[in-house]
């Protein structure tokens, strides 16, 4: 199968630069997986396709403040770093700028020298590793001087950090936003538990393996990013009572999508785990416990369309893609949601 395969054509002027006032008012596209028939809603409207005993699974990772703008030493230029992930003994393996002034033995200062850093080592994928000195604690210092790692097709600047985390987000650890779920209010989670809906969590944190674009003519020949997720046994015990009473798994985003299928049995038997998931779902992929997908629109090519490709049918997808493109839906992280049932 071919990356072009899940090539679509979208306007630019349709990519989502600012979160909307109200979080459930985003439009919601409703795709039949089996018929290819959608329906245009609004988030608000998602009561409707849920059933008592189902379960709704979220990814409650929270994203860091990990974009630090500083200045090289002594008297240098500007820098730029961005955390990835954390080494131990404050240490972080970053994506820098400028990368050919910063070799190791650099050292830099951010916040009037509040934080300051050493790059230690250049890792062969271009990535540093850079050790950090502060007083304090490491996440209080970001919350002051960081800034959102917000996508690169984001090109205004976030007004309120929250708009760029979920209502329930709760372990920091992410590099961009799981932002399927950025749609829901707490009000709008409480409604749905009341009807009888399960609520479970699991942890991804999303890494910037997320944006890279898939360079290879055959998708199979595309290596997948590593990210570090973590099921907790309630939410194994959820899901497992779910199946056993025939209600339905329905994924808040892909990121909760790859999470439970890279740790359930064939079976569909689901296991508390915590590790390192490099999953790849493209189409001929077999669900083993997922059975519906709430979701963003996704980039041309991404692995992610083609995750929901798996799911619908690319046919189905991308004819569902054609008719958001003609009806003006907002694209990305900042846009609409589909439901795929």
């Not at 699974?57 to 500007?78: M, T």
């Not at 309630?234 to 909760?256: P, W, Y």
């Amino acid at each position: 199968m071919k990356t072009s395969d899940f090539y679509f054509d979208l306007p630019q002027e349709l990519i989502a630069q600012t979160p909307i006032e109200r979080r459930d008012a985003s439009r919601l596209l409703v795709l039949d997986k089996l018929t290819g028939e959608w329906t245009h809603r609004h988030f608000y409207d998602l009561p409707e396709y849920l059933r008592p005993g189902d379960c709704l699974i979220l990814n409650n990772s929270r994203v860091l403040p990990a974009r630090l703008l500083g200045q090289r030493l002594p008297g240098g230029g500007a820098c730029e770093v961005l955390l990835l992930i954390d080494r131990g003994s404050k240490t972080w393996e970053c994506l820098v700028r400028p990368g050919k002034r910063m070799r190791t033995g650099a050292r830099l200062s951010f916040g009037d020298g509040e934080l300051t850093a050493e790059v230690v080592e250049e890792l062969p994928d271009g990535n540093r590793l850079v050790r950090f000195d502060y007083e304090g604690i490491f996440l209080e210092v970001l919350e002051r001087l960081g800034k959102m790692p917000l996508p690169p097709y984001i090109k205004e600047e976030l007004q309120d950090k929250e708009r760029y985390q979920t209502v329930y987000s709760k372990v920091n650890g992410s590099a961009a936003a799981p932002t399927a779920g950025l749609h829901f209010t707490r009000e709008l989670l409480e409604k749905i538990q009341s009807m009888g809906v399960g609520i479970g969590y699991v942890t991804l944190h999303v890494g910037l393996g997320t944006f890279r674009p898939v360079k290879e003519d055959e998708i199979t020949d595309h290596e997948m990013h590593s990210e570090y997720c973590v099921i907790p046994q309630e939410t194994a015990d959820l899901i497992n009572e779910t199946k056993h009473r025939g209600g339905r798994v329905i994924c808040v985003g892909t990121t909760s999508c790859r999470t439970i299928e890279s740790w359930a049995e064939e079976d569909g038997t689901m296991r508390a785990h915590a590790g390192w998931t490099n999953i790849f779902i493209y189409p001929g992929y077999r669900f083993k416990v997922l059975d519906a997908l709430i979701t963003n629109f996704h980039l041309p090519e991404s692995t992610l369309i083609m995750l929901v490709s798996a799911l619908a049918g690319r046919e189905h997808v991308l004819a569902a893609y054609k008719e958001a493109v003609k009806e003006r839906y907002r694209f990305f992280s900042f846009g609409d949601a589909m439901l795929i049932l």
